[in-house]
């Protein structure tokens, strides 16, 4: 009964001792005395004590910080970069056997990238095309670390410092290039002003014309009506004279509809 009770503690505590709890956001490597045996997914896990050992590796994302180092640009000026890199491990087994400490050797790889992609570009293109570093240099990591089991996800330079005197030039020419482009707006806001005062007399003349035309057409509108009542009234009394003188020589006339009739008769009517 002893053998058993002793047998069963022994038993219990093997099992214990070789339980592996792994969370989702790592991979186990068991190795068997030594040689790689399996990979362990999340949950529940066990092993073998003593025969057998385990490695946790963090498939989570992660970021490497790239040290501060001083590159030369192809315009031959020195530039402090620094940058950071962020990967995922994607291969448990390659990111553990197919290199030693993958993240000292990513951190490496990515302050020879960035010295390589700089150099080939000026001062001025280094600070202007910050995302065009960052792609390249993302570009040659992934493609460079694909046998680490590990994947770029993406690289981020943090700041690109030229040196002072460079650095003072630059500013002078910023200023400069500021004070360039002010002058221009106001030169444009000037003519501006101006086109809008020019447009408002051209307006005033046009209302001016305008009403100058309107008040002769008025005038010539009033001597017309003038010329026409003159007309009417000059053949008004032109009939007046013939009727009277067609009266004082005893002369018949006839009334129509439109007034005296010009006709004259001489002598009486004849009689129907």
Known sequence: MIFYIIFSIIVLLI????IRIVRPTHKILVETLGKYSRTGEQGFNWIIPIIQSTRYVNITEQMVDVPEQTVQTSDKLNTKVDAMVYYQVKDAKASEYNVDNHRRQ????ARTTLRAVMGNMTLTQCIQNRDKINSEVEKVLDKETDSYGVSVLRVEVQRIEPPRDVQEAMNEVVKAEQKKIAA???AIATETEADGQRMAEIKIAEGEKRASILKAEGKAEAFRLVNKEFKENAIKLKQLEVTENSLRDNAKIILTEKGISPQLL???????
Request: charged share 15%; net charge negative; aromatic share 12%.
């Open 106 to 109: 990513l951190t490496s790889l």
């Open 266 to 272: 001489i002598g009486s009517l004849p009689v129907k």
């Open 184 to 186: 221009e707006d106001s």
């Open 15 to 18: 099992f214990g001792f070789g």
